[in-house]
């Protein structure tokens, strides 16, 4: 139940960006959000936040803002590659 909540979150987190407008690459973002996400959790875990199968709203808010944070920097990332090319 841990897991999912995890991916939920991910999910969460990519969902929310799809209406945020630049960029809009799903397939990275996707990929981006749900690696974080699970690392994410994988650290609220260590952390003593649940566990991969007991739910924990504090390791679901943590990987949220794991995947969020993901989204943000692969944006960043393309943003950065669009202006130097047209430099």
Known sequence: ???GLWIGGGVAAWI???FVP???DGASEAVAALAAA???GTAATALDFGGWNEPDWRA???A???AAAAVAMVRLARLARRG???S
């Open 1 to 3: 139940m841990g897991l």
């Open 38 to 40: 699970l690392a994410g």
């Open 84 to 86: 130097a090319a047209t």
């Open 60 to 62: 679901g808010l943590f």
């Open 16 to 18: 929310i960006a799809r």
């Open 64 to 66: 949220f803002c794991c």
């Open 22 to 24: 630049p960029g809009r």
